[in-house]
């Protein structure tokens, strides 16, 4: 029974170890602005960036357009502040409002997709965790837009950026599903 037991305690510790690790690195994308290059000198990934972080990532990569995938929210200091300061650099900002917790439909999917298109590069693309819809907009922009392999782009929607795939359990789950019905048709976007 001894042994038993110091199984369980050490499986348990293991269990234990293993999730603050998760949640950690969850917690370190989120606090570091979780910013990725997807294309270089074309398209940049993160989180709601801050004025001063949005100002940093201006300077640093030239961004030309920001792309707000949370739409229009005027009653918000954070989106006062986005639009402020994209005017004060100089920055073409655009709305798109979409949600994580809901499919994107081929018409808006195309309509993302013309707007990333037609935007001043390079572009930064944002949602609230720079994770779900960000990541959506992200593989569609590298499948549609730069050619790449649809098996590549649908690593956008990756543990890597804090995109949790699990059906049910993920409420962000109707991003993979918007993925895998868009990426069928990607050739006739």
């Known amino acids: 029974m001894d042994i038993m037991r110091k199984k369980l305690i050490t499986l348990m510790g293991a269990v234990a170890v293993l999730l603050l690790s998760f949640f950690g690195y ?5 606090l570091s602005g979780n910013f990725h290059e997807v294309l270089a000198g074309e398209l ?3 989180n709601q960036p801050s004025a001063e972080q949005l100002a940093l990532y201006v300077k640093q990569h030239s961004i030309k357009t920001v792309i707000n995938l949370r739409g229009e929210n ?4 954070w989106y006062k502040d986005e639009v402020s300061e994209s005017k004060a650099l100089g920055v073409h900002h655009v709305d798109f409002a979409m949600s994580a917790r809901e499919a994107l439909s081929m018409d808006k999917a195309e309509a993302l997709v013309e ?9 930064l ?3 609230r965790s720079g994770s779900d819809r960000t990541g959506l ?3 569609l922009y590298l499948g549609k837009i730069a050619g790449v392999d649809p098996e590549t782009a649908e690593k956008q ?4 950026y804090g995109h949790l795939s699990v059906p049910v359990v993920s ?3 109707p991003m993979d599903e918007s993925w895998e019905r868009i990426e069928n048709s990607l050739a006739r976007m």
Not at 26 to 30: A, N, V
Not at 74 to 77: C, E, L, M, P, V
Not at 115 to 123: A, Q, V
Request: aromatic content about 8%; glycine content about 6%.
């Open 44 to 46: 940049y990934r993160s």
């Open 125 to 127: 693309i944002h949602c």
């Open 26 to 30: 969850l917690g370190f994308l989120q």
């Open 115 to 123: 707007i990333m298109r037609s935007s001043p590069k390079p572009i």
């Open 157 to 160: 929607l990756s543990i890597r």
């Open 171 to 173: 409420a962000a789950y």
């Open 137 to 139: 907009a992200s593989a």
């Open 74 to 77: 005027d009653g918000s200091t």
